[in-house]
């Protein structure tokens, strides 16, 4: 099928904007995605139709609440191709791989286990395991990377060795942009016992994703990258694993019984959402869901490679600049240094051109001593950009080459 992109832009209302009196350029979507009207209206209905607690009553808007805020776990399993009971809502990645570092690693690991990640994670994906190494007395093993940005898979299996018990390992690299092979670096773990976990942040918003397929123990995932609202996501888990993890946070919701002799728990996935959930923010998310699903995760991956193919050509044309992370399996994310720029210089004044990238070190101050830099800027692209913006990126991109050098 083929979509009129020029329509689907159209829908999110802050592209419409200028920014110093330039129209906006926004390509920091891997830092967080612009919203459709679809969902900011969702949220906005639930607020001034539906509003109530989820769960707590039997009065009609608590039943509309429960109701709507269930839907749109419905929406999200469906999505990811799972069951919604397996599928725990959380504030975010960062929150989901937090819950399987203390619910599930911390009461099993011990000294002589160890945990394997891979060169190109995000903090959130290695904070919180050198949190549960340093109180189990676990290790934290670390696959390398080529310079291209691919994972090395022989030395990811050569990694693989008796004590590691867990492999943390992003689906897409927020900084590189890597897809990587998860199903089959999810399978060889497997083979040898080690439970899995992915972190789906980067690639939730650029491709369909059928977590079976990938076959991993734990998928954690984040809804305002994928155009849903901050302060969203899921951690989706295999039942047995989430039937035996202890709860990580105790609070109302999460419980079956309390008595002041002991508390009985609920049943997954409530048991780990202790407390008023964000009510609102999921049914936007559910919103994003139905918004993605409306035109195709196949048709998005398919305009973004579109667009991914362009920039990249483009940005080679221009001296000086060196891409930094060539994978031949990748998603719309192009990190870059221009040489004799300073990367928060450049987007400075990237920014009075009306183009939004990001500087900095992305959460990744591992990769960015892998490639000896400080910091790199990003432009991360949707498929609501536009073949235009990249030209008028890659023009503000010379103006402001020339300005520095
Ligand atoms: C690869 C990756 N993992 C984890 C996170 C953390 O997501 P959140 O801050 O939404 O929890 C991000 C966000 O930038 C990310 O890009």
Redesign the pocket.
């Known amino acids: 099928m083929s979509h009129d992109w020029a329509r689907v832009r159209a829908d999110f209302p802050l592209l419409q904007r200028e920014v110093h009196g330039k129209p906006l350029v926004y390509f920091d979507s ?2 967080t995605g612009q919203k459709p009207a679809a969902v900011i209206d969702a949220t906005d209905a639930f607020y001034r139709s539906h509003n109530a607690n989820v769960s707590r009553a039997v009065h009609a808007l608590g039943n509309e609440a429960t109701e709507a805020y269930e839907g749109a776990r419905g929406k999200l399993a469906r999505h990811l191709n799972v069951r919604a009971d397996e599928l725990v809502l959380t ?7 937090n819950l399987v570092a203390y619910s599930w690693a911390l009461p099993r690991l011990q000294p002589g286990d160890a945990i394997l990640l891979t060169r190109m ?5 290695i904070v919180p395991w050198q949190l549960v190494a340093q109180r189990t007395g676990a290790t934290i093993k670390v696959a390398e990377i080529s310079t291209d940005g691919v994972l090395d898979l022989d030395a990811l299996d050569a990694a693989m060795t008796p004590g590691v018990k867990l492999l943390g390992v ?1 689906h ?3 900084v590189l942009g890597t897809i990587n092979p998860v199903g089959e670096i999810c399978r060889r773990a497997r083979k040898r016992g080690i439970t899995t976990v992915v ?1 789906g ?2 690639a939730l918003p650029h491709m369909a994703v059928d977590i079976p397929a990938i076959g991993c123990d734990f998928y ?1 995932l ?4 994928m155009c849903g609202p ?1 302060g969203t ?1 899921a951690l989706w888990g295999r039942r047995e694993h989430l039937a035996a993890m202890p709860p990580f946070l105790g609070g109302g919701e999460m419980i079956s019984e309390v008595r002041f002799d002991g508390t009985t728990f609920n049943d997954p996935p409530h048991r780990f959402e202790a407390g008023t959930p964000n009510i609102a923010g999921h049914v936007g998310l559910g919103a994003a869901v139905d918004y993605l699903d409306a035109i195709g995760m196949d048709a998005i991956a398919a305009r973004e490679q579109e667009l991914l193919a362009h920039l990249t050509e483009e940005m080679r044309r221009i001296d000086g600049l060196r891409i930094i992370g060539n994978a031949p399996d990748k998603a719309a994310v192009v990190s870059f240094l221009l040489q004799g720029a300073h990367g928060h210089d450049l987007a400075t004044l990237l920014d009075l051109e009306g183009v939004a990238v990001r500087s900095g070190h ?2 990744a101050h591992p990769l960015m001593q892998f490639y000896g830099v400080p910091a790199t800027c990003r432009a991360s692209l949707a498929f609501y950009n536009t073949h235009a913006e990249i030209d008028a990126f890659t023009a503000a991109l010379r103006k402001v080459r020339k300005l520095l050098l």
């Open positions: 891997a830092n504030s975010g990645t960062t929150f989901a791989i994670e995000h903090h959130a994906n992003t897409v690299s927020n972190d942040s980067q954690a984040t809804g305002h990258k901050t996501g992305h959460c």
